[in-house]
């Protein structure tokens, strides 16, 4: 069953992969007019993967026709403890960026000293631009097709696929559950090697450069991916891991330190601390789960301890 369970999921990685390029590799349309094109026929594709995938992995599970309704559940698609699964693991992924914050406010803090200094004051014209300045923010990312990208379509993909496919396949194929944690990762991150062609032969990166940009890309991706399927068993819920994606995307790389600031790095490590500190209590599977220890998930998710 293990064998089955791996081959089932470098399957899905592949099939991932391989159907962003099948618009121009096997329907043969032409290259796409703009950016928003290209990315809208990625969307499409991704989307495909994702029901694709559910199905595939429904038919291997040994889950009955009776059961089906249940099967959902399995992939963490649930409506219950749904602040829960939000809030939580948002808090806890924050303090790992918690030396961003930090630089981010210290920006604020500095923007609206200098505002003050210049007879600006807190009027509530100054209230209003800042708003104003807010909403128009706000509606260019909802018109903007990378923000679409990289806020949603990739993590709701990537998610269903690489967590609420891969890790119920590996563990019914009888792996265990740190086994599935860090092995489910691999898989996510072959799943981004296409980046390191793209880079070399459509961007004109050299074979280097476009080397250690995709190594550094994957070895952030297998950590990202051991926390988001840490997540994902601990709770049970798939909001849990799609949230972090979500935020981590939304943040870039933490900011270990900033240049004459060492609050920053202070604030970097005291967030580590506590990210570590909390990481087991706030990811009980108690607070996500009503019953412990005669849950219905087939896959055992909300009895670890």
Known sequence: MEAVAVIACVFLTLFYVAILYAPTLILRLPPPSSLKNFLIRRFVCAAISSVVSLLFSALILPIR??????????????SDHMWQAVV???SLTSLM???SLVLKSMSLLKSWKKNMN???GVSSDCIKSALQTFLDYMISMASDVMAWRNYVVAPLTEELVFRACMIPLLLCGGFKIYTVIFLCPVFFSLAHLNHLMEMYSHQNYSLLKASMAVGLQLGYTVVFGWY????????????SPLVAHIF???MGLPV???????LVSLAFVGGMAAFAWLLFP???PDLYNNKTNDCRCWHGYCSWN
């Open 65 to 78: 026709i009776e059961e089906a309704s249940s099967l959902v559940g399995v992939y963490g698609i649930r």
């Open 88 to 90: 939580f693991p948002l």
């Open 97 to 99: 960026y918690a030396g």
């Open 118 to 120: 210049d007879g600006g």
């Open 228 to 239: 988001a399927s840490f997540l994902f068993v601990r709770t049970g819920n798939l909001v």
């Open 248 to 250: 981590c995307n939304f």
């Open 256 to 262: 270990m330190f900033a240049r004459k600031r060492g």
């Open 282 to 284: 706030m990811t009980r």
